[in-house]
């Protein structure tokens, strides 16, 4: 229980510049949540999301022909935006479209980026 809250101060102090620190959305979830929580993320993450290392910057460029839209949240830190630009350049038909005042939770305003994304896409 207390690598569980551990995991999850983590995670809340991640995301205290986005949340201007008003709350803790993972320590405030019940007990059995945040177990949960942590035993997905740490089993993805020991297994490397059974992805080798570096192979989808390596092979981002097998869609090519192929439009995508990357929406990323400036204040992103868990997943900084240096690699969403890193995909981005390495995927040659892609978008790169950066909320500046959204971070890994999204927000209003990457809620509709996703929604014009998706419409553009189903006009063609």
Request: aromatic share 6%; hydrophobic share 40%.
């Amino acid at each position: 229980m207390k690598a569980t809250a551990d995991w999850c101060a983590w995670e809340d102090a991640v995301l205290s510049g986005e949340t201007k620190g008003a709350f803790n959305p993972y320590a405030d979830r019940p007990s059995a949540a945040r177990l949960a929580l942590v035993r997905i993320c740490s089993h993805h993450f020991s297994h490397g999301a059974w992805l080798d290392e570096g192979v989808l910057l390596r092979e981002a460029g097998r869609p090519a022909g192929i439009p995508g839209v990357l929406i990323h949240g400036r204040l992103d830190m868990g997943g900084p935006l240096d690699t969403a630009g890193e995909l981005h350049r390495a995927w040659p038909d892609s978008r790169l479209i950066v909320v500046e005042d959204a971070g890994h939770l999204g927000g209003v305003t990457t809620g509709g980026q996703v929604r014009q994304a998706l419409d553009r896409f189903a006009g063609r």
